[in-house]
């Protein structure tokens, strides 16, 4: 029960975000969901208290990667020579290389993968991202703690390793993860008490 007085409320509805993932946001399917969200949030807005304000945003945005569209890193020549963890993401790797690596040969990493995937992806050295402010502020303590490369799609692929023992993730359409205007950007509606005059 709400006591008297000021309170913030907040909403997560996971729906879309589900469906976009399975069959994309250019499906009909994305769609209708968000014509049905849209109409529910009218029908609230106008049974609103006076005084309240309603923000409607996401936490990110998205798009879609067909299956034709996918990028095996395992099938290319070198790809993960010296790389000893893939992390990340599909549209987002972060590349863990292993310890014993000297400056060289992280270099010839870097050159590798700038070579295969610089036409559709962001290759960058983890000091590069760290000045760029894709962390925010970094503490020198978790430096270690972040990948030594990061491979940031900026077409529309994603990239998987067929290696992996679970492979679902390949089943998805709808991608995000990367740093995309499609998928850092996203809406913020308001209502009520905050809407804009």
Known sequence: ???????????YLAELDQVAH????????WLAELEAFDGELQSFERRMPRGTGVLVTADHGVIDVPAHRHVFIDAGPGLLDGVRHVAGEPR??????EDALDDRARADVLERWRT????????IPRHEAI???FYGEVEPRV??????????????VAYYDRREPDR?????VGQHGSLT?????????RFGAFARD
Do not use: F, K, N, Q
């Not at 029960?1 to 909403?11: K, T, V």
């Not at 399975?22 to 399917?29: F, L, T």
């Not at 679902?168 to 998805?172: G, H, V």
């Not at 205007?181 to 509606?189: A, K, N, S």
């Open 92 to 97: 987002c790797l972060g590349l863990v290389l």
């Open 22 to 29: 399975a069959h994309g946001w250019e499906s009909d399917r």
């Open 1 to 11: 029960m709400l006591e008297d007085g000021p309170a913030l409320i907040y909403l």
């Open 181 to 189: 205007d499609e998928e850092t950007r996203i809406p913020l509606v």
């Open 143 to 156: 430096i270690d703690r972040i990948p030594d490369i990061l491979v940031a799609a900026r077409s529309g």
């Open 116 to 123: 295969a995937e610089g036409e559709r992806a962001w290759v």
């Open 131 to 133: 000045a760029a402010g």
């Open 168 to 172: 679902s993730a390949e089943r998805m």
